[in-house]
């Protein structure tokens, strides 16, 4: 007896959660801004963030579920990738609609290889060395010979900053100066680039927003945000210009692990030294501009080493 009423009061209490689940699901359909202002506890925004995030939320474009793009230099036998287009004027998560990405720049294989000599590239040429010593010439003192030539039994010197002697000078030492600056090639800075934003987006780490715009400079609410979708600890956010809106600049100032960057800035050792990377509709655009005109552009022979590197 005690059993069977155990197993009814279980499937009681599964279909009411699963009633609050479809009611939370219609709420996001019909209408996200009333739900996501309606969510109480942790979620919850204060009184001028809420007002604030509605307006935004009022003044957002009404984007289709499939945003249509048309792909420059479409390819014949892979598919364009598919990504979710967010917001950031709420905490909560709001879908805005499926945005297609083009295959050669977010569909590259994993090519660990050129990320690592990207990286090392990266590190090195910001490398300079700026260690001096001195040679016997330079050292002060020793122009008198230490003792006669002969006579004495003890070895010839004519310098005691020889460097065979204590505070004398050294021999191939360091000399100054020295930049450990080299270019990486051509072909592979670009596929460095396509091959980090595959990754990113294989992994579930890269996501696209209308705007970066928020409705508060509070730093807390980006870091509710960032917990809420579980974005991880740094999160870089790239936008097709340098001018960041206000509210995103100032929350970001004082938490090191969360950087703004514009397109021309984007490169491989960023987007891998940060947990997850946001790109707005904008910087998306940009960014597959800039990087399907160095992949199809004519001025420049398809070489050997294009070749080598292009083996997928």
């Known amino acids: 007896m005690a059993l069977a009423r155990n197993v009814e009061f279980m499937t009681k209490c599964f279909s009411h959660l699963t009633l609050l689940k479809r009611n939370r699901v219609n709420c996001l359909i019909t209408d996200p801004i009333k739900c996501a202002s309606s969510v109480t506890g942790k979620e919850t925004l204060d009184n001028a963030s809420d007002s604030s995030a509605v307006s935004i ?8 579920l499939v945003v249509g793009r048309k792909l420059e230099y479409p390819q014949t036998f892979s598919v364009p990738r598919q990504a979710w287009v967010e917001n950031l ?133 980006l870091e509710r945000l960032i917990e809420e979708r579980k974005w991880g600890i740094s999160v870089l956010f790239i936008d097709d210009t340098d001018i960041m809106p206000k509210n995103i600049t100032q929350a970001t100032d004082s938490i090191n692990h969360y950087n703004l960057m514009p397109v021309y800035g984007l490169n491989v050792y960023s987007m891998l030294k940060h947990n997850t990377l946001v790109l707005t509709l904008a910087a998306v655009e940009r960014i597959e501009e800039r990087i399907l005109f160095q992949l199809n552009r004519l001025d420049l022979s398809i070489t050997k080493s294009h070749k080598r590197f292009n083996m997928y």
Do not use: C
């Not at 939320?57 to 289709?64: G, T, W």
């Not at 270019?183 to 460095?192: E, K, N, S």
């Open 89 to 221: 004027d709420t905490v909560d998560e709001v879908k805005l609609g499926i945005i297609d990405l083009h295959p050669s720049v977010f569909a590259r294989p994993p090519r660990l290889d050129i990320l690592h000599q990207n990286v090392r590239w990266q590190l090195t040429y910001r490398r300079a060395r700026f260690a001096k010593t001195k040679t016997r010439a330079e050292v002060r003192g020793g122009h008198r010979k230490p003792w006669p030539q002969k006579g004495t039994g003890r070895a010839r010197h004519g310098s005691i900053r020889s460097p065979l002697f204590r505070g004398g000078g050294i021999v191939h030492g360091p000399r100054g100066a020295k930049s450990y600056f080299y270019m990486l090639p051509f072909w592979l800075r670009v596929y460095g680039l396509t091959t980090a934003l595959s990754i990113k987006l294989a992994q579930d780490d890269l996501h696209i927003v209308d705007s970066l715009d928020i409705p508060t400079d509070d730093p807390n609410f």
């Open 57 to 64: 939320a009022a003044n957002r474009p009404a984007l289709p």
